[in-house]
């Protein structure tokens, strides 16, 4: 059985009372999975814990400041809870690790690529891999020139700079609003600042479908899945507007009416469009078992 239940982290941190009174009220616990979001180039599936791979874990927390470092303290604190169970490491990273050469490769010089292991890592990926089974306030792609000329003219220490790009950008920077519902209500509505926060995200958006599938030789299915892939139809028949070339047709009512998990495709059409509700928890539970069975880690 996997048991899920949200707690509260004020401040972004464990409320170690929280989840004891959690835990006990679960029953007897075997396993404990850890959604970790970076695992490097060294970890490439799921991995039982254990002093070596943490101490791994926190030299890798640069490639993810914003979450590397919750992940460890939530670790931390079950394994004070639950100190005797076996636990395991499941990577956002880990369903990318196989991107090819060419897609995972930066143009950049040898010498840093080889010093400092730097290559594209994928993301979402517990997401990615339940979804193939059955960003909000971020900038996205910026031109490096960009970032330079920020630093150079307009007097922003780095950290304010990557704050902005971090926290204040992507829907929020454009919109006003990082929540899609409220930017499509008022895009419905006229608010030009949203109609071209909409636009951005939905060109991006088609854009990335059309590279990935120039470099998949074609779709089989394209999946919409979490919170916006899920929940906004106005977004699933946006972003599939313009596809058709590539045999994606959907269906204006069962998008508009579908609840995960649904095919939202015209009779017929040569790609399957579902909606998938993103359970990551359960791609965690199944990397576990995995790993407890002996089958990695």
Excluded at 83 to 104: G, I, Q, R, S
Excluded at 243 to 269: H, I, K, Q, W, Y
């Amino acid at each position: 059985m996997v048991a899920a239940r949200d707690l509260d982290a004020p401040r972004a941190r464990v409320d170690e009372h929280e989840l004891a009174a959690a835990l006990g009220s679960l029953g007897p616990v075997d396993a404990v999975g850890h959604r970790v979001v970076h695992g490097g180039t060294r970890f490439v599936g799921p991995v039982r814990l254990d002093p070596q791979v943490l101490e791994a874990l926190h030299e890798l927390a640069d490639l993810a400041p914003l979450h590397q470092l919750k992940s460890l303290e939530g670790i931390a604190a079950v394994s004070r809870a639950l100190p005797d169970l076996p636990a395991v490491a499941c990577f956002d990273t880990a369903f990318h690790a196989t991107l090819a050469p060419a897609a995972a490769t930066y143009a950049l010089p040898a010498a840093w690529r080889e010093r400092f292991g730097l290559r594209r890592f994928g993301f979402h990926g517990l997401s990615h891999a339940y979804a193939s089974r059955v960003m909000a306030t971020r900038s996205g792609s910026v031109d490096p020139g960009l970032v330079l000329w920020l630093l150079e003219h307009t007097g922003m220490a780095e950290s304010e700079l990557a704050h902005a790009l971090e926290h204040e950008s992507g829907l929020a920077g454009l919109a006003g609003s990082a929540d899609m519902r409220a930017v499509v209500d008022a895009a419905e509505r006229g608010q030009e600042p949203a109609r071209t926060a909409l636009d951005v995200y939905l060109h991006r958006l088609r854009a990335g479908i059309a590279a990935m599938a120039a470099a998949l030789d074609g779709l089989d299915a394209l999946v919409f899945t979490a919170g916006v892939g899920e929940n906004a139809p106005a977004v699933r028949a946006g972003a599939a507007a313009g596809l058709d070339f590539l045999g994606v047709a959907l269906d204006p009512e069962r998008n508009r009416t579908a609840r995960p998990d649904a095919n939202v495709s015209t009779p017929g059409a040569p790609v399957h469009t579902l909606v998938i509700a993103a359970r990551e928890d359960l791609e965690i539970a199944r990397q576990v078992r995995e790993v407890l069975d002996g089958g990695s880690g």
